[in-house]
């Protein structure tokens, strides 16, 4: 069993930056490939940014290339998502997820293990 914490959400200006880290329980990590989603309320959960157990490969959604930065520190077993120039259309609660098999990094659906989510909310 994984368990995940999501931490670094808040409350931040359009422009602004943020940087969400998602810290995992399980000592092995490293075998795991990590990915970010968001979802609003009343809406479908959407694929922000992924990366593989490595950090060799990773992958965005074309809402957030360029201004989002996924990484990992297998060392601290943790998985990050640096957010730059936030948009207010980038409120939502961010969330977490693992896989030890991964074979569609963009869909939530590949991925076994969850975080509880943290919100993140941009104010125009």
């Known amino acids: 069993q994984v368990e995940l914490v999501e931490s670094g959400g808040g409350l931040v200006q359009a422009g602004d930056s943020l940087r969400l880290s998602c810290a995992a329980s399980?000592?092995?990590?490293?075998?795991?490939?990590g990915g970010w989603f968001r979802q609003v309320s009343g809406k479908d959960r959407e694929f922000v940014a992924a990366?593989?157990?490595?950090?060799?490969?990773?992958y965005y959604s074309d809402s957030v290339k360029g201004r989002f930065t996924i990484s990992r520190d297998n060392g601290k077993n943790t998985v990050y998502l640096q957010m730059l120039s936030l948009k207010p259309e980038d409120t939502a609660v961010y969330y977490c997820?693992?896989?030890?098999?991964?074979?569609?990094?963009?869909?939530?659906?590949?991925?076994?293990?969850w975080g509880q989510g943290t919100q993140v909310t941009v104010s125009s």
């Open positions: 990366i593989s157990s490595s950090g060799d490969l990773t």
């Open positions: 399980v000592g092995i990590f490293s075998s795991y490939h």
């Open positions: 997820a693992a896989d030890f098999h991964w074979t569609r990094p963009r869909d939530g659906g590949d991925y076994d293990y």
